[in-house]
C-alpha cells in the first residue's frame, strides 16, 4: 500500500524526524459536522457520518491526519454524566451519582470506537489516526468533583482504562488523552504521574504511542509536563507563549505541537519559518490548532492557512 505525503510527514513526527515542512494536525470535531451536514450530536451517534465527516475536514484542511474523539464530554456521558445540547457543542451539567460500570456500552462511546476502526481499516493509508480520550484527571474532577483528586482518579480508574483499551484495540496510530490543567501548582500531583505510567505501559503493550493535549497550562507548569513521558504533546489553550514552551518540552524525544491561536490575520509564513527554524535547531514541533474547530469557525482562514503551509515546503 502506497502512503500518502500526508502520512508520511505524520510518520515522520512520531519517529522523530524533525525534517521537511511541519506537520499539520488541525482538531476539527466541529467542522467534521459541518462537512458532513449534520448536527455535532447526531454525528457522533453514526460511525459513517463521523469517518466521512472527519475525512473531508482533513481534506478540506490538508491535515496529514484524523483526530476522532476530541470531545469532553464523551466518556463522561458514558459513565452516566448529564448533559445540556442547549449550545453549539455539548456541556456537562450534572455528575453521576456513582461512575457508570459500562462505559463502552454508551451509544456515542461505542460509535467513537467504531469510527476508529472504519478508519483505521480505510484510511491509514493517506493519513495519521489519533484517538482522543479524555485523560484519567479531567474526567475525575467531572465524575468526582466534591472529592480529592488523587481520590477521584481511584473512582474512575476501572471505566477509563476499560475506555482506554477498547479504543487501543481499534487500532490508531497513537492515542491522545486530553487533559484541561487546573490550579497554580508547578509539579504534576503524583496520583497524575502514576496514572499516565500505566496508561503508557497499556498502550505499549498494544504498541501504540502515547499523546497528550493540554489546555488551561501556564508557562510555570511546562517543563512539569515532560515528567508524563508521552510520545507527542498538543499545547491547546493557555498563558504564555507556545512556541517557547514547546521548544521546552521538544528538548526532550518528544514530538510537540504549536497551537494556530485565532485564524484571521495569521501570518502563516511568520508561524512556519519560526516553526521550521525550531525544527532546524532539533526541535521536533508540528502545528494543530487551539482547541477544536467548531461548525462556525474560521473555514477560509484555516484554509488558506494549510495552502501557505504546503506551499512553503513546495
Avoid at 28 to 50: I, K
Avoid at 62 to 88: N, P, Q
Avoid at 93 to 110: E, N, S, T
Amino acid at each position: 500500500m502506497t502512503m500518502r505525503a500526508e502520512r508520511q510527514s505524520f510518520d515522520a513526527m512520531l519517529a522523530g524526524r524533525a525534517s521537511g515542512r511541519p506537520p499539520w494536525l488541525p482538531l476539527v470535531a466541529g467542522l467534521a459536522a459541518r462537512v458532513a451536514a449534520t448536527s455535532y450530536r447526531e454525528l457522533t451517534l453514526d460511525p459513517g457520518l463521523w469517518a466521512a465527516g472527519l475525512v473531508g475536514a482533513a481534506e478540506l484542511l490538508e491535515a496529514d491526519a484524523l483526530v476522532v474523539g476530541f470531545d469532553l464530554t464523551l466518556t463522561a456521558e458514558a459513565c452516566g454524566a448529564e448533559l445540556s445540547w442547549s449550545g453549539s457543542a455539548p456541556v456537562i451539567v450534572r455528575p453521576p451519582p456513582d461512575v457508570g460500570p459500562q462505559p463502552l456500552a454508551a451509544p456515542r462511546q461505542a460509535a467513537m470506537l467504531e469510527t476508529v476502526r472504519r478508519l483505521s481499516a480505510t484510511a491509514s493509508a493517506r493519513f495519521g489516526l489519533v484517538a482522543a480520550v479524555i485523560g484519567p484527571a479531567t474526567l475525575a474532577l467531572q465524575l468526582c468533583p466534591d472529592v480529592p483528586l488523587d481520590e477521584g482518579m481511584k473512582r474512575v480508574k476501572s471505566a477509563h482504562m476499560a475506555v482506554t483499551e477498547a479504543v487501543l484495540k481499534a487500532r490508531p496510530d497513537v492515542v491522545m488523552f486530553v487533559e484541561h490543567l487546573r490550579g497554580s501548582g508547578t509539579e504534576p500531583l503524583r496520583a497524575w504521574q502514576r496514572a499516565f505510567g500505566t496508561l503508557r505501559n497499556l498502550a505499549a503493550h498494544y504498541d501504540v504511542p502515547t499523546a497528550v493535549y493540554v489546555d488551561g497550562w501556564a508557562a510555570h507548569q511546562v517543563a512539569a509536563l515532560a515528567t508524563l513521558k508521552v510520545s507527542a504533546y498538543l499545547l491547546g489553550t493557555g498563558a504564555g507563549d507556545a512556541l517557547a514552551s514547546a521548544r521546552i518540552l521538544a528538548a526532550g524525544p518528544a514530538a510537540v505541537g504549536v497551537p494556530l491561536a485565532g485564524v484571521a490575520g495569521v501570518d502563516a509564513r511568520a508561524m512556519v519559518a519560526a516553526v521550521c527554524a525550531a525544527r532546524d535547531e532539533g526541535c521536533n514541533l508540528f502545528l494543530t490548532t487551539a482547541g477544536a474547530v467548531t461548525a462556525d469557525g474560521d473555514l477560509a482562514g484555516l484554509r488558506a492557512f494549510a495552502a501557505q503551509l504546503h506551499g512553503l515546503a513546495a
